[in-house]
């Protein structure tokens, strides 16, 4: 199974954009990339799903390079309601494989 | 989108009874589904693989005996602690795998918070 490497906190401002960068150096061929916004007190919230290159939703960005070792979630002009710990997963979802939890960037949004 | 959910969202329980938790998947049929746990602060730990018609795969160190998993049919994974104690008290967040055409996505159910007193 990949191993994710996140940033354990990260502070931003409203309106700014928010970049965060998950590391996974040993991706398999057949793994996706998947971002997770946590409240507290909630299960994880899906955010964005991607293999390669770029994905755009209505509410984030996913970039990830060809060699696919790191991807970056990108949320653009964040609110204070962002605030929350995001996760990163790596794994080969069509295969039913489970998903291992690392230990999330805890984002603070500050007026 | 997909929607997974779990009841009770909270429950409190005497030691040494039992409390069912379940996972149910509204928008689609879950072949498989799993089981978290997660205490204040931390990130989630996988319990258990819950596979429709056949036994959970447990976790290393996950008591198999104590955290008795059922999943039913395609839309429904139960989670039984069984003999509780305050120990078991935490955060319990199932999630299932939902194949929209794009490959698999997992999605989580809302959480339920037990406190064995």
């Known amino acids: 199974l990949a191993k994710t490497t996140q940033p354990i906190s990260m502070d931003s401002y409203e309106g700014q954009e928010v970049n965060i960068t998950c590391s996974h150096n040993n991706i398999a061929t057949n793994d996706y990339i998947t971002w997770y916004q946590q409240f507290p007190s909630q299960g994880p919230r899906f955010i964005i799903q991607?293999?390669?290159t770029k994905v755009t939703n209505e509410v984030a960005s996913l970039f990830i390079p060809a060699d696919r070792k790191s991807s970056t979630l990108s949320l653009p002009r964040v609110s204070l309601s962002d605030t929350a710990v995001y996760y990163c997963l790596v794994g080969d979802y069509n295969a039913g494989n489970m998903l291992t939890f690392g230990g999330g960037t805890r984002l603070m949004v500050k007026p | 989108g997909a929607v997974v959910s779990q009841h009770p969202s909270w429950v409190i329980c005497k030691s040494g009874t039992s409390v069912k938790i379940e996972c149910r998947s509204l928008d689609f049929q879950a072949t498989t589904m799993f089981w978290y746990r997660q205490f204040p602060k931390q990130s989630l730990m996988l319990m258990a693989t819950?596979?429709?018609?056949?036994?959970?795969?447990?976790e290393q160190g996950v008591e198999k005996d104590k955290f008795l998993i059922n999943h039913a049919s395609l839309t429904l994974s139960t989670l039984t602690v069984t003999s509780a104690h305050p120990e078991d008290s935490s955060f319990y967040i199932c999630?299932?795998?939902?194949?929209?055409?794009?490959?698999?996505?997992?999605?989580f159910g809302e959480g339920s918070w037990l406190t064995v007193v």
């Open positions: 991607g293999y390669k």
């Open positions: 819950s596979n429709e018609g056949s036994k959970a795969t447990y």
């Open positions: 999630s299932a795998s939902w194949d929209r055409g794009l490959g698999n996505t997992i999605y």
